[in-house]
């Protein structure tokens, strides 16, 4: 019958419950800071996401607005409207030159208008002007641009406005429209001098540039705002007042 042999084991002992509980406890301590570090990294993405949403809806906007608003005031048969000797019929003013800039609760209501117009042309090439491009009786020749329904930027488009901005991802906020204008007198172009006192004479061409501010916010987080500035000349000058 063998003998079974005890002996003691030296240098060999378990974990303490001390030691088990602090080790829980260190891990913890670093999974909560991986987990803040992770939950950190998805809000900055999704905040720099909804940055450059807001910032590029924007930037389209804006675009928009400055690619139909150099429109402002072109009309199809400009022509007419120069003076020549013997010229028959006479000059016609341009009747899309005008601009409105009214403001409505704080907030710029922009409109103007252009000819949608082209010349009609004969067989022989010879260009037929369309009255209406000198009369701007249709109502689909006026544009626009305002604010409306808590936000939404829209765009006249006759007698109609259209949504430009959607309100389920871009809130707008502030649209302001400023109007520079510069005065040029046209005296050298009159063959007569004009009546003393004349409110009209001489005629007076008008620089306008409007100088436009945008500022939105993204609709799932209000602290995502941002502006856009832009300038836009208008290219087709007013002319005040005649020669007599």
Same mark, same amino acid.
């Given at each position: 019958?063998?003998?079974?042999?005890?002996?003691? =084991?030296?240098?060999? !002992?378990?974990? $303490?419950?001390?030691?088990?509980?602090? +080790?829980?406890?260190?891990?913890?301590? %670093?999974? /909560?800071?991986?987990?803040?570090?992770?939950?950190?990294?998805?809000?900055?993405?999704?905040?720099?996401?909804?940055?450059?949403?807001?910032?590029?809806?924007?930037?389209?906007?804006?675009?928009?607005?400055? =690619?139909?608003?150099? !429109?402002?005031? $072109?009309?199809?048969?400009?022509?007419? +409207?120069?003076?020549?000797?013997?010229? %028959?019929? /006479?000059?016609?003013?341009?009747?899309?030159?005008?601009?409105?800039?009214?403001?409505?609760?704080?907030?710029?209501?922009?409109?103007?208008?252009?000819?949608?117009?082209?010349?009609?042309?004969?067989?022989?090439?010879?260009?037929?002007?369309?009255?209406?491009?000198?009369?701007?009786?249709?109502?689909?020749?006026?544009?626009?641009?305002?604010?409306?329904?808590?936000?939404?930027?829209?765009?006249?488009?006759?007698?109609?406005?259209?949504?430009?901005?959607?309100?389920?991802?871009?809130?707008?906020?502030?649209?302001?429209?400023?109007?520079?204008?510069?005065?040029?007198?046209?005296?050298?172009?009159?063959?007569?001098?004009?009546?003393?006192?004349?409110?009209?004479?001489?005629?007076?061409?008008?620089?306008?540039?409007?100088?436009?501010?945008?500022?939105?916010?993204?609709?799932?987080?209000?602290?995502?705002?941002?502006?856009?500035?832009?300038?836009?000349?208008?290219?087709?000058?007013?002319?005040?007042?005649?020669?007599?």
């Amino acid at each position: 019958m063998s003998r079974i042999k005890r002996g003691s =084991r030296t240098g060999i !002992r378990g974990v $303490s419950l001390v030691e088990l509980m602090v +080790g829980i406890a260190v891990g913890m301590i %670093v999974v /909560a800071g991986a987990s803040v570090m992770m939950t950190n990294q998805l809000a900055e993405h999704r905040r720099l996401t909804l940055e450059t949403q807001v910032q590029q809806d924007l930037r389209a906007a804006a675009d928009l607005m400055l =690619r139909d608003l150099r !429109r402002a005031g $072109s009309w199809a048969v400009p022509q007419n +409207g120069v003076w020549s000797p013997g010229s %028959v019929p /006479a000059p016609v003013a341009n009747r899309y030159a005008p601009t409105s800039l009214a403001t409505e609760q704080g907030s710029s209501i922009l409109q103007y208008s252009y000819s949608r117009h082209k010349d009609r042309y004969r067989s022989t090439n010879v260009a037929i002007a369309d009255p209406e491009d000198n009369e701007m009786t249709s109502s689909t020749e006026r544009f626009g641009f305002k604010i409306e329904d808590g936000g939404v930027l829209k765009f006249r488009l006759g007698d109609r406005w259209q949504p430009l901005t959607d309100i389920n991802v871009l809130v707008i906020t502030a649209f302001d429209v400023g109007l520079n204008e510069q005065q040029v007198t046209l005296d050298d172009l009159c063959s007569s001098a004009c009546p003393p006192g004349s409110a009209t004479c001489p005629p007076r061409q008008i620089l306008r540039r409007y100088d436009i501010s945008l500022t939105g916010h993204a609709v799932h987080d209000s602290k995502v705002e941002r502006t856009i500035k832009v300038t836009s000349r208008i290219r087709n000058d007013e002319i005040l007042g005649a020669c007599p």
